[in-house]
Every structure is written in structure tokens, then in C-alpha cells.
């Protein structure tokens, strides 16, 4: 199994070079800002209540989060492994990801951190927001309160990964495709 975090700030690109990684690499995808969204087109419970969060920008519970990845994993236990896309964004999430994939004989095998300036992020997200129809790409307020909980509760996670050496920061400003090729060629030397 190879499994890799895809780390960075809102509107880093983690999901268009999500899409890429995983034809290239034939890995399962989890995202759970697009696990919490399906759950709220659903109309569950856990949608509608995760929802209340998302809508202010803020990080949903962590029991919450850990419990719908530990679903999905459940699931695609036969996956060659997986990308991790906004998750883990808490020690506590780090914490509980090692473990379960304790469970199943497996580890964190490289984290990559798309490293891009907080002025083109609010551009991104804003223009996102225009054909995305997200609510919490509309408003400004809501994407810097993304930022501060971020900054406060994710950006730890650099330290925490950077310490047991399977941290790399990526250029994410540029091209997609040249982005794309940076994160290859990062993958490639961690698995050969
Ligand atoms: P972005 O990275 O652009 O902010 P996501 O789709 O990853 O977008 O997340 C959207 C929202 O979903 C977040 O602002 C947060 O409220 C919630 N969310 C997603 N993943 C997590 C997580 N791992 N822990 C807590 N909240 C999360």
C-alpha cells in the first residue's frame, strides 16, 4: 500500500492534482470536503450538521471526520492505497489516521505540501466560487476564517510530518501541469 497526504491551505490545488495523481498512480481518492458535501446533498443528518460549520468557515468536529474516513476505508480495503485530500487538518485527525492504518498494516508513506501565497489562494477560491456555486467560495469573510483555521489548526501538521522526515513542500504556483510533474517526481523518489 502507498498511501500520501496531499497537504496545503484552501484553494492549494489539492483536488485538481488530486484528479491527476490518482490516473496516474491508481489510488483511491478521500477528500472529505467532498465526502461532507455529498453527505449534505443527501440531506443526512451528518450533512445538515456539518454543513452549520462549513457554512462559517470553520473545521467540522474531529469524531465526525475520522468516522466518515474510517468508513470509506473500510470500504476500499482493497485499494492500492490511498490520497488523502483535506484530511487529516488536526493532529487529533493525524493521530487517529495512524492508527487505523496501523490496523490494516499500513502507514503515511510521503505528505506534499502545495505551497502557494495567500493573495493568488483568495483569488482562486473567489473565482471558484463564481462556477462552483460553494457558499463558502462566495464570501471573503468565510475563506480568511478558513485561512485562520488553517494557520492555527493545520499548519501544526508540517511540524508533526516534517519530524518523522515525510514532509516536502511543493512550488504550487504555475502551471497545472508543470505542479503535477513536481509532485511526480516527489512520489517517484519516495517509492523507489
Ligand atoms: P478547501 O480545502 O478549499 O477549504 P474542502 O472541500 O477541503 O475545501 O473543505 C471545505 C470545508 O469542509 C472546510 O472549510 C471544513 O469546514 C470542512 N472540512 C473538510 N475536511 C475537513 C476535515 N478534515 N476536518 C474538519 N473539517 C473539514
Redesign the pocket.
Known sequence: MFNLILF?????G??TQSERLIAQYQLAHI????L??AERKAGTELGEQ?NE??A???????A??IGM?RNYIVDHREASGFIF??????VA?AEALDSMLHEFDARIDAVLGLEVEEDELVKR?LL?GQSSG?A??QDEATIRN?FQ??MNKTLPLQSFYSEQNKYHGVEGMGEIESIFDSLCQQIDRVRS
Do not use: H
Open positions: 496545503g491551505p484552501p484553494g492549494a489539492k483536488g477528500s472529505t470536503g467532498d461532507l458535501r456539518a460549520y462549513i462559517k468557515g470553520e473545521l467540522v468536529p474531529d465526525v471526520v474516513v485530500d483535506g484530511f487529516p487538518r488536526t485527525q477560491l471558484r460553494r463558502d467560495d478558513r483555521e488553517y
